[in-house]
């Protein structure tokens, strides 16, 4: 029995690190396990006390509405409205593009360095578009609930004045998963490289945490720029000075310090669309 026990137990130790070596080039070759929903406790109610302070939501199709040039023309706001969900980003306004975008809007992710737009414009967002749910993203320095936090602070009192909006930050530690998952996805850290995930990144993280099923309009795969046919659009469908996508892309994918790396982002996107039901419509994707 003892001797049966011995070769049992060599046997374990010969194979526990061919496993562990198994398990490090599976992740090392980019073929780890599919992406899956964390929950949703990585966002936030301002201020915090609410009961339900979590974000609760939860959409069997959403339509993700790119801020992208490619939605001018695009004629699929009625397609568009007729989802339960409506996602989008930053300040990218319906008002004036609703045949191309489409007129509602259930949640809307915005970065730190947008916050002052929608200040701005605070009766719109806040009070005429009073059923939107906001999510808000931005480094630990900005969003810091000690009184230090500039942003948080802004969204403090926006959430003040307007106590009937759903009103989230994105927490610190959902902010270190993505970072988790950018690395895990490229195999480079994304401080090292000098990088900031775009608010687009965030919002597929959310929509793969509260969707069902997602519909992407208006993005670009990460090799749309490459071709020689490619559509010249605005990198903004809403901005007047109409600065090229494909050419704000490149210079981006290129900084060295302060860059979003939107074409390396698509690309995680399309690796993510063949394990998660994601579509990519205006243009369509060929994954």
Known sequence: MNSQMLRW???????????????????????????????LTGYMRIPPGRTNQFLDMHCNQCALVSSSGQMLGAGVGEEIDK???????????TEGYEKDV?????????????????????????????DTTYVFWGPERNMRQD???????????????????????????????????????????????????????????????????????GMIDDNYCSRANHTVVPYHYYEKNRVDECRMYRVHEHTHRGGHRFITEKAIYGRWATRHKIEFKHPSWSL
């Not at 398990?23 to 929950?39: E, K, M, Y």
């Not at 989802?83 to 306004?93: E, K, L, S």
């Not at 414009?121 to 806040?126: A, K, P, Q, V």
Request: with cysteine.
């Open 9 to 39: 137990l060599c046997l374990l130790s010969l194979s526990l690190p061919l496993l562990l070596w198994f398990g490090h080039v599976i992740t090392r070759d980019g073929r780890s396990p599919a992406l899956r929903s964390t929950g």
């Open 83 to 93: 989802f339960g969900c409506v996602m989008r980003m930053n300040n990218a306004p």
């Open 102 to 130: 489409g007129s509602h809007t259930s949640v809307r992710v915005v970065s730190h360095t947008s916050v002052p737009l929608l200040a701005k414009n605070e009766r719109y967002y806040f009070q005429q578009s009073a």
């Open 147 to 217: 009184g230090k936090g500039r942003i948080y602070n802004t969204l403090l009192k926006i959430a003040q004045k307007y106590p009937n909006v759903r009103i989230y930050a994105v927490t610190r530690e959902k902010i270190e998963y993505c970072d988790s998952v950018f690395q895990n996805e490229t195999g480079k850290n994304r401080m090292k490289t000098g990088a900031f995930l775009s608010t687009g990144f965030f919002t597929m993280i959310l929509a793969i945490d509260m969707c069902d099923s997602i519909h992407v309009y």
